[in-house]
């Protein structure tokens, strides 16, 4: 597992925690609109810097996905929300 690798014992015991967290994130923007881009290439950035014990490189790549899922969120929130009523 990719958390057992990074040899952080936080990170391990909130593997399934964060499994369910990217779980949710996915089917809450692929459930109207996919991603225009694919995703695939970013986590294996991750995952390679943490089976080569780059931290500094892990950091950059995870703050870049976490920056890139945030922005896909957002998105596909300002698509799907209802519109506010105005006052």
Same mark, same amino acid.
């Given at each position: 597992?990719?958390?057992?690798?990074?040899?952080?014992?936080?990170?391990?015991?909130?593997?399934?925690?964060?499994?369910?967290?990217?779980?949710?994130?996915?089917?809450?923007?692929?459930?109207?609109? +996919? &991603?225009?881009?694919? !995703?695939?290439? @970013?986590?294996?950035? %991750?995952?390679?810097?943490? #089976?080569?014990?780059?931290?500094?490189?892990?950091?950059?790549?995870?703050? +870049? &996905?976490?920056?890139? !899922?945030?922005? @896909?969120?957002?998105? %596909?929130?300002?698509?799907? #929300?209802?519109?506010?009523?105005?006052?």
């Amino acid at each position: 597992c990719s958390s057992d690798l990074s040899g952080n014992p936080f990170l391990s015991s909130l593997s399934t925690s964060v499994t369910a967290a990217v779980t949710w994130s996915t089917n809450f923007k692929d459930r109207t609109h +996919r &991603l225009k881009r694919n !995703a695939i290439p @970013d986590h294996v950035r %991750v995952y390679d810097a943490i #089976a080569a014990g780059d931290a500094k490189a892990a950091r950059k790549a995870m703050t +870049r &996905l976490i920056e890139l !899922a945030l922005s @896909d969120a957002i998105q %596909v929130r300002r698509k799907t #929300a209802p519109a506010r009523p105005r006052r």
